[in-house]
């Protein structure tokens, strides 16, 4: 397998520019020539479709929701980041580029984040024009805050509801193609199967949830964009049904999976409460813009935090990295989390948990501006806790939140599978070992508005001309018959234990031995549990109703099955990547302050993973990643 990126050529500033008019374009007439599925109706998928569709290609887009505005961007609370530099702070384009490598302790491709920096000041302006109720400052102008891992304001947002309101704006554009015959929505439809037809991606094999049949859609081009793979932890923040299927299919047919293990821990969640919950609530990055984290200073000390005077609290982010205090990285506020809470010092009944704390703020601010900034957060939480947050801190824990891995692409946003597209977090290519907050709703739309419109017209401008296939080409019908027989296998295996029932199993696994610490005997542990539990749900499992008809038990089931697969590739390229580097950290390899130590003699590279087979080891692929516009150097928020 070969891993060309095809980063083009020149200047950093200038490569997307230059590559644009490189590329080959497709004239209009020819346009309705071309046929595109998209795989998902989030801010990548839905932007991508819409933008697809007003060129003139005939676009046909999936979901596995009863309507696009049910995709999972729309959970995003705190804002999307820009380099608009609004606030006059020092921001810019090669600001916002050099803070995402960092962020991502440098194990992201610098060409593909520059482009990311480039379009992220025109997405506000696409947004705005659709009419997305961004936050304005008393004068009219559009207000910004300060997110994670930046020391400048260049996060827009609207309340905490941005994911929501930009959502709505995409949803709005599909909507509009969608009534002028552009796009055909299939909604209530699953991805099942890719199609490959002469080593390029012809279409796939949908099942419609509603009525069980398996159905065939044929097109010039495929595009994925499903999201990440985060529940393989179970209790994570993604919807219940968020999912990594169409992906690790797709991983199945050809297409390399990219750095697994790069898994994201957000610091800013309701802590577990119990072993039968669906899964956790993110309580959004921007609060610490005005609330200070603490725990106290004493062991076992279980006293209302009311009651804990200020000389006897330590806020910790504060302490210890003083530049950035409570804005420090998600990965980096994560692990000091973890450390205190290890250390007897968490609070709540569990002791996995640290406080937010508003009360500062409401003392400088008043109450009010409080509430016009976070209002819904705050009724959020109180609702799920039944604690008044004006009045007592919240308490938050990390819980599993993004996954910076995914497909393999190169610049062009093209999988190792000739036609196959990979757009957001369902690919693995902008944020390196780690995510900046604010960055996932920037990069799914950049991806979708930006980069795919022109990289798929220089797709089918190199290609030209496609065979014309029907449904009922082989290729098709073997895959359809490989859908219907594995739907009957789980069906038939009538065990005694539930699909959600192995996906809690399967999600401690994976929380214990590849969460927010690793090390090597915990990664050995788990690949000897991992394949245990795949054996037995396949002995085990029980589904109820048929095939034919509205079952979710068989969806559930068919997920899960992906999910423990995808969880062995995970800890394997977390037991073959022998550093610490953003949310990757290998306990064995961190410096005398705790800190993830990278190693970029042996490890500043891309791993990407080829499937071989069910019965044979997948096979470990390198891209080595230069820097020529940023110089490697010890990442620090201090």
Known sequence: MELNSKVPPGPMAEKWTRHKFDMKLVNPANKRKYSVIVVGSGLAGASAAASLAELGYKVSCFCYQDSPRRAHSIAAQGGINAAKNYQND????????????????????????????????????????????????????????????????????????????????????????????????????????????????????????????????????????????????????????????????????????????????????????????????????????????????????????????????????ERKYPAFGNLSPRDISSRAAKEVCDEGRGVGRTGLGVYLDFADAIDRLGEDAIRERYGNLFDMYERITDEDPYKVPMRIYPASHYTMGGLWVDYNLMSTIEGLFVLGEANFSDHGANRLGASALMQGLADGYFVAPYTIGDYFGTVRTFDKIRADHPAFREAEAGVADRARRLLSIKGDRTPDEFHRELGKIMWNHCGMGRNEEGLKEALTKLPALKEEFWRGVRVLGTETELNQSLETAGRVADLIELGQLLCLDALERRESCGAHFREEYQTPDHEAQRDDENFCHVAAWEYKGDDAPPARHVEPLSFEAVHLQTRSYK
């Not at 009419?131 to 400052?137: D, L, S």
């Not at 049949?213 to 081009?221: G, I, K, L, N, R």
């Not at 499903?226 to 994570?236: D, E, Q, R, S, W």
Request: hydrophobic share 35%; aromatic share 8%; glycine share 10%.
């Open 90 to 317: 020092g921001d810019s384009i090669e600001r916002l580029f050099y803070d995402t490598i960092k962020g991502g302790d440098f194990r992201a491709r610098e060409a593909n984040v520059h482009r990311l920096a480039e379009v992220s000041v025109n997405i506000i302006d696409q947004c705005v024009a659709q009419g997305v109720p961004f936050a304005r400052e008393y004068s009219g102008l559009l207000a910004n805050r300060s997110f994670g891992g930046a020391q400048v304001s260049r996060t827009f947002y609207a309340r905490g509801q941005t994911g929501q309101q930009l959502l709505l704006g995409a949803y709005q554009a599909l909507e509009r193609q969608v009534g002028l015959g552009t796009v055909a929505m299939h909604t209530r439809h699953e991805m099942q199967e890719l199609v490959v037809v002469d080593g390029k991606a012809r279409g796939i094999v949908a099942r419609d949830l509603v009525t069980g049949a398996v159905e065939s859609h044929v097109a010039d081009a495929v595009i994925l964009a499903t999201g990440g793979y985060g529940t393989v932890f179970h209790l994570a923040t993604y919807a219940k049904g968020a999912n990594g299927t169409a992906i690790w299919r797709a991983y199945k047919k050809g297409a390399a999976f990219a750095n697994p293990c790069y898994t994201q821990i957000h610091p800013t969640c309701i802590p577990v409460t119990g072993d039968y919950q669906s899964k956790l609530t993110l309580m959004s990055e921007s609060l610490r813009n005005d609330g200070r984290i603490w725990v106290p200073k004493a062991q076992g000390d279980r006293r209302p935090p009311g009651q804990i005077p200020e000389e006897e609290r330590d806020y910790y982010l």
